[in-house]
C-alpha cells in the first residue's frame, strides 16, 4: 500500500512537471503508468484501460488548470485564438471519451506510439516546412506579445481550426491524454506560433478538453477516485513547478525538448505491445 502510494504521487508529480514544461499536458505519461503499475503489477485493484484513460482526463483539468494559471502570469496563454479551438475541441472530446470502450491496450500502446513518433518528425523537419496558404489567410492575423515583450503576428482561421480541433479532441476523449501532445505540434507547425505561446494556450485547452472528456467518462464510471486523491495534489503542484521552470529555456530548447519527450514515450509504447 505504501509503495503504491509513493508511485502514484511520483507519477502525479512527474507527469505534471514535463507536462507543463512542453505543454503535453502528461496524460500520455499517466495512462500508461496507470496501465502498468494496475495491471501489469497488480497494484491498483479493479484497474483497466478505460479508467486509466478517464482517471488521466481527471487529473488532467487539475494540470491544464494550474498551468494556465501559471504561464498566464506571463501573458503565455492566446485566450482569443484559443477559445477558437475550444469551439471544436470541447464537443470532440466529450464524442471521444465514449469511443473509448471500444478500445484495448494493445491498440493503444501500438497506433498512439507510431502517431507520437511522427509528430516528433514533425517538429524536427518544421523550420523545412513550408506555411500552408489556406492556413496564412492575412484577415485573421492578429498581434500577440510573448513573455519577452516580442509582438508575433499570426492567425487562425475559425472553419479550419474547428475542424482540426474537433478531430484532435475526439483523440483526447479516446485516449485520456488532454490534447496537448496533439494541439501544441498543431499551433507550431500549421499556424506557425512561438512555442512560448503554443504551449502556454495548450495548457488552457488541456483545461477544458479535459474537462469535457473527464465529465463522459465520469457518466460511464471510468475513474479510480482513490488513485485521484493521490495524483491530483501532486498534479496540481508539479504543473506549477514545470511553468514556472520553462521560463528558463529558449523557444527552440522547449522544441526540442518536446520533440525529444514525444519520441521516447511513443518507442516505449510500441515496445510494450511486443512484450
Given at each position: 500500500m505504501i509503495l503504491t502510494i509513493i508511485i502514484l504521487i511520483l507519477i502525479g508529480l512527474g507527469s505534471s512537471v514535463l507536462g507543463a514544461l512542453v505543454g503535453i499536458g502528461g496524460g500520455i505519461i499517466i495512462v500508461p503508468a496507470l496501465v502498468f503499475i494496475g495491471i501489469n503489477l497488480g497494484l491498483i485493484e479493479g484497474m483497466t484501460p478505460q479508467?486509466?484513460?478517464?482517471?488521466?482526463?481527471?487529473i488532467l483539468v487539475i494540470t491544464g488548470l494550474s498551468g494556465?494559471?501559471?504561464?498566464?502570469?506571463?501573458?503565455?496563454?492566446?485566450?482569443?485564438?484559443?477559445?477558437?479551438?475550444?469551439?471544436?475541441?470541447?464537443?470532440?472530446?466529450?464524442?471521444?471519451?465514449?469511443?473509448?470502450?471500444?478500445?484495448?491496450?494493445?491498440?493503444?500502446?501500438?497506433?498512439?506510439?507510431?502517431?507520437?513518433?511522427?509528430?516528433?518528425i514533425l517538429l524536427t523537419v518544421r523550420d523545412k516546412i513550408k506555411p500552408i496558404k489556406m492556413f496564412q489567410n492575412p484577415k485573421y492575423m492578429r498581434p500577440h506579445v510573448d513573455k519577452d515583450g516580442n509582438v508575433h503576428s499570426y492567425g487562425v482561421q475559425p472553419s479550419i481550426a474547428i475542424m482540426l480541433t474537433f478531430i484532435v479532441g475526439f483523440i483526447t476523449g479516446l485516449f485520456g491524454?488532454?490534447?496537448?501532445a496533439l494541439m501544441t505540434?498543431?499551433?507550431?507547425?500549421?499556424?506557425?506560433?512561438?512555442?512560448?505561446?503554443?504551449?502556454?494556450?495548450?495548457?488552457?485547452?488541456?483545461?477544458?478538453?479535459?474537462?469535457?472528456?473527464?465529465?463522459?467518462?465520469?457518466?460511464?464510471?471510468?475513474?479510480?477516485y482513490w488513485s485521484l486523491l493521490l495524483l491530483a495534489p501532486a498534479a496540481f503542484y508539479g504543473a506549477r513547478w514545470g511553468a514556472n521552470i520553462s521560463h528558463k529555456f529558449s523557444n527552440?530548447?522547449?522544441?526540442?525538448?518536446?520533440?525529444?519527450?514525444?519520441?521516447?514515450?511513443g518507442v516505449y509504447l510500441i515496445v510494450q505491445t511486443v512484450i
Open positions: 479508467i486509466a484513460i478517464g482517471t488521466s482526463s481527471m494556465m494559471i501559471a504561464y498566464g502570469k506571463s501573458n503565455q496563454v492566446d485566450r482569443y485564438n484559443g477559445s477558437i479551438f475550444l469551439i471544436g475541441l470541447v464537443p470532440g472530446a466529450f464524442v471521444g471519451s465514449y469511443a473509448s470502450s471500444y478500445l484495448t491496450i494493445d491498440s493503444f500502446n501500438l497506433y498512439f506510439g507510431i502517431f507520437l513518433i511522427f509528430i516528433s491524454i488532454g490534447g496537448g505540434p498543431l499551433m507550431l507547425i500549421v499556424f506557425r506560433m512561438p512555442a512560448s505561446i503554443a504551449i502556454g494556450t495548450s495548457m488552457m485547452l488541456i483545461f477544458y478538453s479535459s474537462l469535457s472528456s473527464a465529465i463522459g467518462h465520469a457518466f460511464q464510471a471510468h475513474i479510480s527552440d530548447s522547449l522544441v526540442s525538448l518536446l520533440r525529444g519527450a514525444l519520441f521516447l514515450i
